[in-house]
């Protein structure tokens, strides 16, 4: 996973990562379409395929809309570094296989702008601009399972033929 | 080691005889909910993977309240997508229009959840049921097909903070001002990830009404769950609602809390949170004399009967200040009925309030009410964030129904006092 990062704030709610007025559809071309759009109108011109998301704390506060991480999934956006995450975005994100990282090293230190890879094998973020190293926390066991079959679904399905 | 109601209500969704902050469980959940936005995504996932039949008809609630009567032509295809997995799979609780309310108030009033029960919600606001003594908590829409398959959903126990309220509301503070205040001092994360546990003098002094305002918001400071142990108040209650027996926990004296708060009420007045994070709480008297473009009173947090009655009591004799468009939208069609039944809802169109049928409507900016650019609202619900009701260059103020009444007869926010009296 290697893009280009775009910077936001504390406190990034699902009303700014997807407004409520786009919600009466579930395609997600149109979500993605307007991606981010109530934090930065311009985002969606500017962003490539593979770009990160790097933000501060809390991170998808506000309403349970799995819109939200779906509309940054189906935008192209590669992953989503953050401080910290509400939990309910949290949960969506690994629910359907969007991947985020909680960094407060990498948050605060990568610059927007900045080319950055993040290696899943070493729990490990690389800023190849600034050339600096970061840990994230890997998720608990339980959770890989999840994120390993492809998201929650994929898991019940998996269980269920058990 | 004691456990706090939160681990207990948990635990007895397992097979585990004791669970503890940290720990991964699969619980088995009693009720399931979703509504027109989160409910099609579930639908379609659910689909996708093939399934055949739900876990359990009885268990699944299905509520079209945020963009209904549907507004337009997607919202209506939405709603018409949670009809017809509604009809085909025969689910119990199915709420059509004129008997839809909204859903975190409609699903305690209608006995549908009850104490000790584990609910899952595809709504962030689902943590209002907490107010019962229940443990309950937001999840996606995935979460909620995955649910709809296997009856269960995945958790991290969360640890639990207490929070004491000692004394006693007084003169105008309600619930959503203790929440509100509270939001203030710890902040937008200062629950994250936990359960919030509400005691006290104050909040046992609390009616219902005000307790699911207070659960309604935890999500507010980020919180899995806000709960409150059931007491005579619960019990009395859930009186003639239902046959749902039901299990009362209490937390243990000895369980641990990850951190204690204590608020003195008595010390506490009208809140108003100032755009864009509920957060940003200032006493009423603090912020007096901004001036207000609209004013709605209702929404899942303050759209109960107690609220209109405050919100008449106010309202009464006089009429909204010219400047000023009121909306009040009672949150279900009982609480509608009851209002018409006692005068309320003629004292709302004698002050020339535009008063709906039950719908989220403004709350999320979906309709019935939406912002221009550059207009502020002062409102009962539960979130300002930017865009939230409108136009992204639109105010939220939010405050309870008392301060909401006063300000609509003013044009401008307005401590209560200056108006009525309490009775
Ligand atoms: S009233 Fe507002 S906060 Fe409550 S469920 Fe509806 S949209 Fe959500």
């Known amino acids: 996973m290697r893009g280009k990062c775009w910077k936001f704030w504390d406190n990034i709610n699902t009303d700014e990562i997807i407004p409520a007025r786009y919600l009466n559809t579930t395609d997600t071309k149109e979500l993605a379409a307007h991606c981010m759009e109530d934090a930065d109108p311009d985002f969606m011109k500017k962003a490539q395929k593979g770009d990160v998301i790097v933000a501060g704390d809390n991170f998808g506060c506000g309403s349970s809309r799995e819109h939200a991480p779906i509309a940054i999934k189906a935008a192209g956006i590669s992953g989503v570094i953050a401080k910290s995450f509400a939990r309910i975005f949290f949960r969506n994100a690994i629910n359907i296989g969007l991947p985020i990282f909680e960094s407060p090293e990498a948050a605060e230190q990568i610059q927007e702008g900045d080319e950055v890879e993040i290696d899943l094998a070493h729990a490990e973020i690389i800023d190849h601009t600034s050339k600096k190293r970061f840990r994230f926390e890997p998720f608990p066991q339980e959770m890989q399972e999840i994120i390993q079959v492809g998201g929650l679904m994929n898991f019940v399905k998996k269980r269920r033929e058990q | ?423």
């Open chain 2, 1 to 423: 080691m004691g456990m706090t109601i939160t681990e207990k209500i948990i635990a007895a969704h397992t097979n585990l005889r004791e669970v503890h902050p940290g720990q991964f469980v699969y619980a088995d959940v009693d009720i399931c909910l979703g509504n027109d936005i989160t409910a099609p995504i579930a639908i379609e996932e659910f689909e996708k993977a093939g399934i055949e039949q739900v876990f359990d008809p009885e268990k699944i609630v299905l509520v079209p309240d945020h963009f209904t009567p549907n507004k337009d032509i997607k919202s209506a295809q939405q709603s018409k997508s949670l009809r017809e997995f509604a009809t085909k799979h025969a689910l119990k609780y199915y709420f059509e229009i004129g008997r839809m309310g909204i859903e975190h108030a409609l699903l305690p009033e209608q006995g549908v959840v009850a104490p000790g029960d584990l609910i899952i919600g595809a709504d962030s606001h689902t943590c209002t049921y907490g107010a019962l003594g229940a443990f309950s908590t937001g999840v996606g829409s995935t979460d909620l097909a995955a649910c709809f398959a296997t009856g269960k959903v995945w958790l991290k126990v969360p640890e639990s903070i207490q929070f004491v309220f000692h004394g006693r509301a007084r003169n105008w503070t309600s619930g959503k001002d203790l929440i509100l205040y509270t939001i203030g001092k710890i902040g937008v994360d200062g629950a994250l990830y936990k359960a919030m546990e509400f005691t006290g003098s104050a909040i046992t002094h609390l009616s219902m009404d005000d307790r699911f305002a207070i659960c309604n918001m935890a999500i507010e400071a980020g919180a899995k769950n806000g709960i409150i142990s059931p007491d005579k108040n619960t019990t009395d209650y859930m009186q003639g609602r239902g046959e749902k027996k039901y299990v009362l926990h209490q937390s243990d004296s000895d369980c641990t809390y990850a951190k204690i708060y204590e608020f003195n009420t008595d010390e506490i007045s009208p809140q108003v949170a100032l755009p864009s994070l509920p957060e940003n709480t200032k006493p009423v008297t603090d912020v007096a004399g901004i001036k207000i473009d609209q004013v709605v009173i209702g929404s899942c947090t303050n759209g109960r009967i107690s609220d209109l009655r405050i919100a008449a009591h106010i309202l009464k004799g006089k009429k909204r200040h010219p400047s000023i468009r009121l909306i009040i939208i009672p949150a279900t069609q009982d609480i509608y009925k009851q209002a018409i039944k006692e005068g309320l809802i003629e004292t709302f169109i004698e002050a020339e309030a535009v008063v709906s049928t039950p719908t989220c409507g403004p709350c999320l900016g979906g309709h019935m009410g939406i912002l221009a650019e550059g207009e502020r609202a002062l409102s009962t619900t539960n979130r300002n964030f930017v865009g939230r009701m409108g136009h992204p260059k639109s105010e939220i103020y939010l405050c309870g129904p008392a301060v909401a009444a006063t300000s609509a007869i003013t044009g401008e926010i307005t401590p209560p006092d200056e108006v009525a009296k309490k009775e």
